[in-house]
Every structure is written in structure tokens, then in C-alpha cells.
């Protein structure tokens, strides 16, 4: 809740002997749902969540990590990197790009922004995704790591690059390049102290997405909606 209470000068009202009179304004916020939307900023790695996806039950500060080969033997040829602009036309350029600054395309649980095609390689293996993951994570907040247990998980800056956003896809029977449906999205914390470019550590975390649409159908992976005021 929040109030806000100040004085305001009477014009007419000096006539009968009046000076000033108060004014004072409420209002009340409640947080956003899960996401259902990304309107802009999507880290471009996919977590592995089997269709239908029900991860509600994830903790602040439980720990995942990108990069794995062949996703555990679910997708060959694929090491968790997504297209950044959803289809096929991406390559490291558009990656790094998003690597560093998150995808500028919306994606969606409803359709036709509900698909996200995977980029198959290890990607990490590339000097422009390298270089743009180190810029991240050189640029992240100073503070305790939410992910070993000395930092709250609950309480990141907002606006941390450390802080993004990712897409929960299913990759089975994904092989090379496939178009995969969104799931869901999930807010994940990156550990920079034990990230490289072949492996990208982090732990899921619960906080306010930026540019993102609530929906009452979307899994509770750790992403909500900013806050609305309620009166």
C-alpha cells in the first residue's frame, strides 16, 4: 500500500478565512502471476521440462545448469541453445547478441509465438557467445550469490543482468534443428563464479520479468508479471 498526503492553497476559499486543505491519495499494489508472454529480453537457452510441464514446486535457490551434451541423450546434436529469433534464420551473431542483451522477438504460450526453434552445436564453443557471456556476467550486480546459500534468492536488483528469463521446452525426440513448443518460462539466477561458455550454471529464482503478460494457464517457474495497482 502505498500513500501519499500534501497541502494544497485555497483560491475561493480565502474569503471565508480558509488558507489551505489537505489532499491525500492511496494505493494498493498486488503482484503478477506466472508469465505466459516475453515481450522482449529472453535468455536463449532452453530448460528441459517433459510435456505437460508442472514445475510449481521449484525452490528459490535450487540449482540448474545449461550446456549439457545431447541434453542427457534426449535431443543429439543439441546442447540447450535456442534460436533467439525463434525460427531458423539466427546463427552466432543473433545469438551472442541475445546471449549479451536478451532476444528482442516476443514469445509467447499461445500461439503463433509459441514455438522456439532449437540451434543445434555447442555453441558455447563460439568466440562471439563467449565474449557476450563474459560481458554479462562482468556486468552483474555485486552481491552474495543467491545459488550457494549467503545471498537471498528472493531479494536479486532489479535489473541485474545475472537475472534472466528462459524458456521451459521439451526436447524429446528433438534431433539437429526442430521447431519445440514453449511450456513455460522460469526465472533462473546465472552463477558467473562457476559459468564458462561450454556450461552455464545458475538456480532458479522468483522474481518481476520486465516487458513480460501475466496468464492464469502458465506453470509458476519463478517468472511474474510486475506488480498492478489495484485501487
Not at 71 to 83: H, K, R, S, T, V
Not at 105 to 114: D, G, K
Not at 194 to 211: L, M, P, R, S, Y
Request: aromatic share 6%; net charge negative.
Amino acid at each position: 500500500m502505498v500513500a501519499h498526503q500534501d497541502t494544497q492553497p485555497y483560491f475561493f476559499g480565502k474569503v471565508l478565512g480558509l488558507d489551505t486543505y489537505a489532499v491525500s491519495a492511496t494505493a494498493a499494489a498486488q503482484a503478477g502471476g506466472p508469465i505466459g508472454t516475453v515481450k522482449d529480453g529472453l535468455f536463449p537457452v532452453g530448460l528441459q521440462c517433459t510435456n505437460p510441464c508442472n514445475l510449481s514446486s521449484l525452490d528459490p535457490g535450487q540449482s540448474v545448469s545449461f550446456g549439457a551434451k545431447f541434453i542427457g541423450g534426449l535431443a543429439p546434436g543439441n546442447w540447450q541453445w535456442l534460436n533467439p529469433t525463434g525460427g531458423t534464420g539466427g546463427g552466432d551473431s543473433a545469438l551472442a547478441a541475445a546471449v549479451q542483451n536478451g532476444s528482442p522477438y516476443l514469445f509467447s504460450l499461445t500461439p503463433p509465438n509459441n514455438v522456439i526453434n532449437s540451434e543445434p552445436g555447442n555453441k558455447g564453443n563460439s568466440t562471439q557467445v563467449q565474449t557476450a557471456l563474459a560481458a554479462r556476467l562482468g556486468s552483474c550486480a555485486s552481491i552474495a550469490d543467491p545459488c550457494s546459500g549467503a545471498g537471498n534468492p528472493n531479494d536479486i536488483p532489479p535489473g541485474d543482468p545475472c537475472l534472466v528469463v528462459v524458456p521451459a521446452v521439451d526436447y524429446h525426440g528433438c534431433t539437429g534443428n526442430c521447431a519445440l513448443t514453449i511450456e513455460g518460462f522460469a526465472m533462473i539466477y546465472l552463477e558467473a563464479a562457476t559459468t564458462t561458455g561450454t556450461h552455464i550454471d545458475g538456480c532458479f529464482v522468483k522474481a518481476i520479468t520486465a516487458d513480460s503478460i501475466a496468464s492464469s494457464s502458465a506453470p509458476g517457474l519463478g517468472a511474474l508479471q510486475p506488480s498492478a495497482l489495484t485501487q
